[in-house]
């Protein structure tokens, strides 16, 4: 059974690390993983600055920026290694399993870009400017919205097992950008597309993207589906076929 970690600082441990600048965060890299602000995901920490940071975020209770990898065979990542944008969150749990294996469970809150990479601690720590999400509101916003709002209900009712209350929380979005952020997140596309619309802060050129998207996936999916009922449809013609074989073979051992 998995124990959710309770981290407290031995004597002198704190004072051992370098205060943070308040526009400092400490940087935690993942490999084909986005997060989005608003959505809660679990990471494992498998690198041991990641483990380390992970960990001085927990005992200070600070936030962590979670940052795309450019390339996901990097074992041990710099700043040029990775994304310039990424997402602010708060670490909801840190849980090591029995295996040894580390985790933590995140919630996004906010975009951020990189300033700049700072050197004197064991972990990655940068500083970054907090990106605010637009709160525009135009007709032309609006009309996006209603359009990415029924793209996103027909494509998760296109899926086989359709969860009931994803819909409703799609249902219940009022933002544009957290539906632009949710409909990617849970979109079947490359990690560098999901990481594209992070990096699309202005909501209109945002939702166009997802929209495209969008419109894709339901093509492929409206094609999944018409495939599968008519493999389903050959499949049950060919069983009343070999229904109708046993049963005039039974018709003739009885004569």
Same mark, same amino acid.
């Given at each position: 059974?998995?124990?959710?970690?309770?981290?407290?600082?031995?004597?002198?441990e704190?004072?051992?690390l370098?205060p943070?600048?308040?526009?400092a965060?400490?940087?935690?890299?993942?490999?084909?993983?986005?997060l989005f602000?608003g959505?809660?995901?679990?990471?494992?920490?498998g690198?041991?600055k990641?483990?380390?940071?992970?960990?001085?975020a927990? =005992?200070?209770q600070?936030?962590i920026?979670?940052?795309?990898? =450019?390339a996901?065979?990097?074992?041990?990542?710099?700043?040029?290694?990775?994304?310039?944008?990424?997402t602010?969150?708060?670490?909801?749990?840190y849980i090591t399993?029995?295996?040894?294996?580390n985790?933590v469970?995140?919630?996004?809150?906010?975009?951020?870009?990189?300033?700049?990479?700072?050197?004197?601690?064991p972990?990655?720590?940068a =500083?970054?400017?907090?990106?605010?999400?637009?709160?525009?509101?135009?007709p032309?916003?609006?009309?996006r919205?209603?359009?990415?709002?029924?793209?996103?209900?027909?494509?998760?009712?296109?899926?086989?097992?359709?969860?009931?209350d994803?819909l409703?929380?799609?249902?219940?979005?009022?933002?544009?950008?957290?539906?632009?952020d949710l409909?990617?997140?849970?979109?079947d596309?490359?990690?560098d597309?999901?990481?594209e619309?992070?990096?699309?802060?202005?909501?209109?050129?945002r939702?166009?993207?997802?929209? =495209?998207?969008?419109s894709?996936?339901i093509e492929?999916l409206r094609?999944?589906?018409?495939?599968?009922?008519?493999?389903?449809?050959a499949?049950?013609?060919?069983?009343?076929?070999?229904?109708?074989?046993?049963?005039?073979?039974?018709i003739?051992?009885?004569?």
């Amino acid at each position: 059974m998995a124990d959710e970690l309770q981290l407290k600082a031995s004597p002198g441990e704190s004072s051992a690390l370098l205060p943070l600048p308040p526009d400092a965060l400490i940087i935690v890299p993942v490999r084909n993983i986005v997060l989005f602000p608003g959505l809660v995901l679990p990471i494992t920490l498998g690198r041991p600055k990641s483990v380390a940071a992970a960990q001085q975020a927990v =005992r200070d209770q600070r936030q962590i920026g979670i940052l795309l990898q =450019r390339a996901a065979d990097v074992n041990d990542p710099t700043g040029i290694d990775m994304h310039r944008m990424g997402t602010v969150a708060n670490i909801v749990r840190y849980i090591t399993a029995p295996d040894g294996t580390n985790h933590v469970v995140c919630q996004g809150e906010q975009r951020f870009q990189i300033v700049e990479y700072l050197s004197g601690w064991p972990f990655l720590v940068a =500083r970054v400017l907090r990106i605010p999400e637009p709160d525009t509101k135009t007709p032309e916003i609006e009309a996006r919205f209603v359009n990415l709002k029924a793209q996103t209900l027909e494509a998760i009712q296109l899926l086989p097992q359709a969860p009931q209350d994803l819909l409703a929380a799609i249902q219940s979005i009022e933002a544009p950008s957290e539906l632009a952020d949710l409909a990617t997140a849970y979109m079947d596309v490359k990690p560098d597309e999901k990481q594209e619309i992070l990096e699309t802060v202005d909501i209109t050129a945002r939702m166009d993207k997802v929209a =495209r998207q969008l419109s894709h996936r339901i093509e492929i999916l409206r094609l999944s589906q018409e495939i599968g009922k008519q493999t389903k449809a050959a499949l049950d013609e060919r069983q009343r076929e070999v229904l109708l074989r046993e049963q005039m073979a039974a018709i003739q051992r009885q004569l």
